[in-house]
């Protein structure tokens, strides 16, 4: 397996873009995203664990009954959510991508991210019907991933290749999410494409399985979204034999997945709302994975942790006041803790309690971009790692008038 570059256009047979149609009111930042394959695809998809959904999200899933899709529209701007009409908006999007596309709407995939609770406009999404399939391009991953941004700052799109039944594979997506980010999900979209040939039933299997060690690893800033999903479509243009069991060709397809996944995990991590550092919990020495991953995400998670990852300031006893609150059954006095970055690595707690090191070395540690919490319970032999990003003075103010 390798990294390639390009994102959701990577797989043979599909096409993406991504235009400005009017719902933001900034002309500069598209806002609305297409993705299609002519070859009919098998589908999947994981959704928000939140009660409150976004009228996209039952009208997708709805779509997705049969595990086929051909195409996906996307706005950004605007959630579609918590409004009378938006189930009715939310079908009328599907629409409007069949007619310019020649589908059926039951084979498109909708979403919609941005603010909450306001009346999704559809005219300008029908205006720009035309302009948008226009936009259609085997080179416009970039575009269509930067359509779907919202606060981010940068567009996420990942691509790798590999050999499956003999026949070169590849799998590509594009992401986004950099707010309520929280595991179970996060506020994120992300749309994974594949020449791959298998079967929906194996690539539902599949997804599940990526999102419980990628997606639901990450936390930003501990809120859940109402519009997150994940959704893959996978034409079989490769030719492989398809894949319709656990078998080395579904190993091989997942660790690929997995690779897509973890990367855009790591791109939305790092690009949390006025974040200016990737933080990642690497723990070991577990006695099941399940505590790994406990505990790995109650240390992303602490506001005060992150706060002190912001000033570069090696608070230690946070991590371990962190791993106290997980609920996670460990033996504190096993734990060791250390920081790691570009810059080397710093030695600051061991069998749970603190140690001499150099308060220099450790902040030209944490002044870094991505800095990595070693934490080993020495307890067993599992492992998990968890994404998130410091919390900055800036998170505040961009989430202090988000609306306007």
């Known amino acids: 397996m390798e990294y390639i570059s390009s994102g959701v256009t990577a797989a043979q047979g599909f096409v993406a873009g991504g235009i400005h149609c009017g719902i933001r009111k900034n002309k500069a930042k598209p806002d609305l ?16 664990t939140n009660l409150v959904k976004g009228a996209p999200i039952l009208v997708t899933k709805k779509n997705l009954a049969d595990g086929k899709a051909k195409a996906v529209i ?90 499956i039944g003999g026949k070169t594979v590849k799998l590509g997506g594009i992401s986004k999410g950099s707010g309520m980010i929280h595991p179970n999900m996060a506020t994120m979209l992300c749309f994974l494409t594949t020449d791959c040939a298998i079967s929906t039933a194996m690539l539902d299997r599949a997804i599940h399985k990526v999102t419980g060690n990628t997606f639901n690893m990450i936390s930003i800033d501990g809120d859940t979204s109402t519009n997150d999903t994940f959704a893959v479509l996978a034409n079989g243009v490769a030719g492989n034999p398809e894949i319709v069991e656990e078998n080395e060709d579904y ?81 504190v006095e096993k734990i060791d803790v250390s920081f790691r970055s570009v810059k080397g690595q710093v030695d600051v707690c061991r069998n749970g309690a ?46 202090g008038d988000y609306r306007t």
């Open 354 to 399: 603190g140690i001499e090191f150099s308060e220099e070395k450790a902040s030209e540690v944490l002044g870094e971009k991505e800095i990595t919490i070693l934490v080993s319970l020495h307890m067993g032999g599992e492992s998990a790692e968890a994404y998130g990003c410091d919390l900055t003075y800036d998170y505040v103010k961009i989430n």
């Open 251 to 331: 190993a091989a397809f997942t660790e690929a997945l997995e690779a897509v996944c973890r990367e855009l995990s790591k791109l939305m991590a790092g690009d949390g709302e006025g974040a200016t550092k990737l933080l990642v919990c690497s723990v070991d020495g577990a006695e099941d994975e399940e505590t790994a991953k406990t505990v790995a995400k109650s240390v992303i998670c602490s506001t005060l942790f992150k706060a002190a990852m912001f000033g570069a300031d090696a608070n230690w006893g946070r991590v371990l006041c962190a791993i106290g609150y997980s609920g996670a059954a460990v033996d």
């Open 74 to 163: 996307c706005n950004s701007g605007n959630a579609n959510t918590c409004n009378a009409d938006g189930a009715e908006k939310a079908e009328k999007m599907c629409r409007i991508a069949a007619e310019v596309l020649g589908i059926e709407p039951q084979d498109v995939i909708v979403a919609s991210t941005g603010v909450i609770g306001q009346v999704l406009p559809i005219e300008p999404i029908e205006n720009a019907a035309q302009a948008l399939k226009d936009s259609l391009s085997p080179d416009g991953s970039s575009a269509a991933a930067a359509a779907i941004m919202t606060t981010d700052t940068i567009p996420k799109e990942v691509a790798v290749q590999t050999v």
């Open 33 to 48: 995203a297409m993705i299609y394959s002519e070859t009919p695809c098998n589908a999947a998809a994981v959704y928000t």
